[in-house]
């Protein structure tokens, strides 16, 4: 299982960015797909998350309204449209994926419960 994060960067604060996560290696169509992230000397927290037909998603309350969450099953991609981004949403991001079997759901974004990672994209507002 391969997860590949892009589109981090520096960006001033009210600005936007657009990270994207490209999966292999793995039935894509039975996994939850979430964005966490992890600033310094903080532990690692659940931004958003979206469950395998892509019709669900769950949102941290500190991003809610703000970033929005998505999959494209066809490129086996999942995004992550940030916008008003602020200071403190400075953090490297990652994208993950987490094995579901029928009746789960993805709304616990929680670290612990995603099996892959990808290697992460910095991501800094200032």
Known sequence: VQLVESGGGLVQ?????????????????SYCMGWFRQAPGKER???????????????????????TISRDSA?????????????????????AARKVVAGQTCAAVRASLYNYWGQGTQVTVS
Request: hydrophobic share 30%; aromatic share 14%.
């Open 13 to 29: 604060p009210g600005g936007s960015l657009r990270l994207s996560c490209a999966a292999s290696g793995y039935t894509y169509s």
């Open 75 to 95: 490129k086996n991609s999942v995004y992550l449209q940030m916008n008003a981004l602020q200071p403190e949403d400075t953090a490297m991001y990652y994208c």
């Open 45 to 67: 927290e659940g931004v958003a998350a979206i469950d395998s037909g892509g019709s669900t998603t769950y949102y941290a309350d500190s991003v809610k309204g703000r970033f």
